[in-house]
């Protein structure tokens, strides 16, 4: 469902048209809104008094009366869920959605309003399967809407001012909140509940929504974009930890899993058994990517260890680079269906 919340209204017009009062103002710019859920949209429950999902998106376009000041608002509804329902199964639906609403010649841009647990997943996810060059900005908050110091108004105008800025079509899918515009493939949750929880480690951010204006001071320079594939595959993320026998990548293997993400110390190193079971994998053909558990630094094939990157590069394993593992796994959901060649793989995850 699509609603329109203008700043013009017809009386107005049918006044300024019977008193003959000169040009009329020029439209204000559109931007759409897309509501997806998560705790901006979430009150206090009153029997549990627990956040539970309560607000449309028009209740929170309604609550951010400065929006009207500088832009029409065209409101959708795709989904009110808590983020942690959000995946593969409403991701590529959600694509379609905001490229469908971009193709309007008069939006500026799309604010994507999302919960904060997979945001930067969603933003990742759309930063490499959109067509059009618009903005599209992903914004949530830590604090539901009962809070008396929510962050979901300030987060949903700052991101509006972001779309109307010089320069922002530039800059590929972002996360803005509190403030700091981070790129999609660089960023993270980096807090359970500090409203300063998005950050992008080493890349450092792209700028920031200031009281005055948007500065921007950078842009990712790794982006990429890739086909909507028709289906998802089935891409498990499995961990390694302190005497993994490797029997969940073993599992992964043997019931359908079409590639394995494993989550791997340092440099991207295992144990000798997680090693045994990520070559039993690859044997069997199905792909592994190497992702690193460590926030900042990149996941190489240095150490000649069995279990060592070194000897995982041998046994035809991925490496993500600076991908966070969830981040790794979105990247191979959409490239799996085109290709399962280690090679072509290893390209797409270094560019």
Same mark, same amino acid.
């Given at each position: 469902?699509?609603?329109?919340?203008?700043?013009?209204?017809?009386?107005?017009?049918?006044?300024?048209?019977?008193?003959?009062?000169?040009?009329?103002?020029?439209?204000?710019?559109?931007?759409?809104?897309?509501?997806?859920?998560?705790?901006?949209?979430?009150?206090?429950?009153?029997?549990?008094?627990?956040?539970?999902?309560?607000?449309?998106?028009?209740?929170?376009?309604?609550?951010?009366?400065?929006?009207?000041?500088?832009?029409?608002?065209?409101?959708?509804?795709?989904?009110?869920?808590?983020?942690?329902?959000?995946?593969?199964?409403?991701?590529?639906?959600?694509?379609?959605?905001?490229?469908?609403?971009?193709?309007?010649?008069?939006?500026?841009?799309?604010?994507?309003?999302?919960?904060?647990?997979?945001?930067?997943?969603?933003?990742?996810?759309?930063?490499? !399967?959109?067509?059009?060059?618009?903005?599209?900005?992903?914004?949530?908050?830590?604090?539901?809407?009962?809070?008396?110091?929510?962050?979901?108004?300030?987060?949903?105008?700052?991101?509006?001012?972001?779309?109307?800025?010089?320069?922002?079509?530039?800059?590929?899918? !972002?996360?803005?909140?509190?403030?700091?515009?981070?790129?999609?493939?660089?960023?993270?949750?980096?807090?359970?509940?500090?409203?300063?929880?998005?950050?992008?480690?080493?890349?450092?951010?792209?700028?920031?929504?200031?009281?005055?204006?948007?500065?921007?001071?950078?842009?990712?320079?790794?982006?990429?974009?890739?086909?909507?594939?028709?289906?998802?595959?089935?891409?498990?993320?499995?961990?390694?930890?302190?005497?993994?026998?490797?029997?969940? =990548?073993?599992?992964?293997?043997? !019931?359908?899993?079409?590639?394995?993400?494993?989550?791997?110390?340092?440099?991207?190193? =295992?144990?000798?058994?997680?090693?045994?079971?990520?070559?039993?994998?690859?044997?069997?053909? =199905?792909?592994?990517?190497?992702?690193?558990?460590?926030?900042?630094?990149?996941?190489?094939?240095?150490?000649?260890?069995?279990?060592?990157?070194?000897?995982?590069?041998?046994?035809?394993?991925?490496?993500?680079?600076?991908?966070?593992?969830?981040?790794?796994?979105?990247?191979?959901?959409?490239?799996?269906?085109?290709?399962?060649?280690?090679?072509?793989?290893?390209?797409?995850?270094?560019?």
């Amino acid at each position: 469902m699509t609603k329109t919340i203008g700043n013009l209204t017809a009386f107005g017009l049918m006044a300024a048209a019977t008193l003959g009062a000169g040009p009329a103002a020029a439209e204000p710019p559109k931007i759409a809104v897309v509501a997806t859920g998560g705790t901006i949209a979430m009150k206090l429950d009153p029997q549990t008094h627990a956040p539970v999902p309560a607000l449309s998106g028009e209740d929170l376009v309604s609550a951010v009366p400065k929006l009207k000041d500088i832009a029409t608002i065209q409101v959708t509804e795709f989904s009110n869920v808590p983020s942690d329902y959000m995946g593969p199964d409403r991701w590529p639906a959600l694509a379609r959605r905001i490229d469908a609403i971009l193709a309007d010649p008069e939006i500026r841009g799309a604010i994507v309003l999302h919960g904060t647990d997979t945001l930067d997943q969603t933003a990742y996810f759309l930063d490499l !399967t959109l067509t059009s060059p618009k903005p599209v900005v992903l914004v949530g908050a830590q604090r539901n809407a009962s809070d008396p110091d929510a962050d979901g108004p300030r987060n949903l105008l700052n991101a509006a001012r972001q779309i109307l800025a010089e320069g922002a079509a530039e800059m590929g899918v !972002t996360v803005t909140l509190n403030h700091r515009i981070n790129a999609a493939r660089e960023v993270r949750k980096t807090h359970t509940s500090n409203v300063e929880t998005f950050d992008s480690g080493d890349a450092g951010i792209l700028g920031y929504v200031d009281e005055d204006r948007v500065v921007f001071s950078r842009k990712s320079l790794r982006r990429q974009t890739l086909p909507l594939p028709e289906r998802m595959p089935r891409v498990d993320l499995v961990s390694m930890y302190a005497g993994a026998d490797g029997s969940q =990548v073993r599992h992964a293997a043997q !019931t359908g899993a079409e590639a394995i993400v494993v989550e791997a110390y340092g440099w991207g190193n =295992v144990n000798a058994e997680m090693h045994d079971a990520i070559s039993e994998a690859i044997a069997k053909g =199905v792909p592994v990517i190497v992702a690193t558990k460590v926030y900042d630094g990149r996941a190489l094939p240095v150490y000649g260890f069995k279990g060592g990157g070194s000897t995982l590069r041998k046994a035809g394993a991925v490496f993500a680079g600076d991908l966070t593992p969830d981040k790794a796994r979105i990247l191979t959901l959409i490239a799996l269906p085109t290709t399962k060649d280690r090679a072509a793989l290893q390209a797409l995850f270094d560019r």
